[in-house]
């Protein structure tokens, strides 16, 4: 079973749909491999990769997170307003209002 995609192929489609793809820090690709871990969507055990990126749409609130294996993208875990939110204020280190 194949399971990432081609990274020229997601970053098209991140292009034709007007997204920007933005970088994950790596303190929150170790807290998003956390919560894909326990997304009941997602398979068990933690994603394939060693870095992320994030696809999101200049007007939208959600976005959809790809985990980086190499140059492969693997499947897509989507992200909604909350988990942004929470994504931001790992960046900023404001652990205490996360917990």
């Known amino acids: 079973m194949n399971r990432s995609l081609d990274l020229a ?42 870095n992320a990126v994030l696809a999101q749409d200049s007007g939208d609130f959600d976005g959809l997170l790809f985990f980086i294996d190499g140059d492969k993208p693997c499947a897509p875990m989507h992200a909604p307003p909350a988990l942004l939110s929470l994504m931001e204020r790992v960046t900023m280190a404001d652990y205490g209002s996360i917990l």
């Open 9 to 50: 192929r997601v970053r098209a489609a991140i292009n034709d749909q007007d997204s920007k793809p933005i970088e994950i820090t790596s303190d929150q690709w170790k807290f998003l491999r956390g919560v894909y871990a326990m997304n009941p969507e997602a398979p068990c055990g933690l994603p394939y990769g060693d």
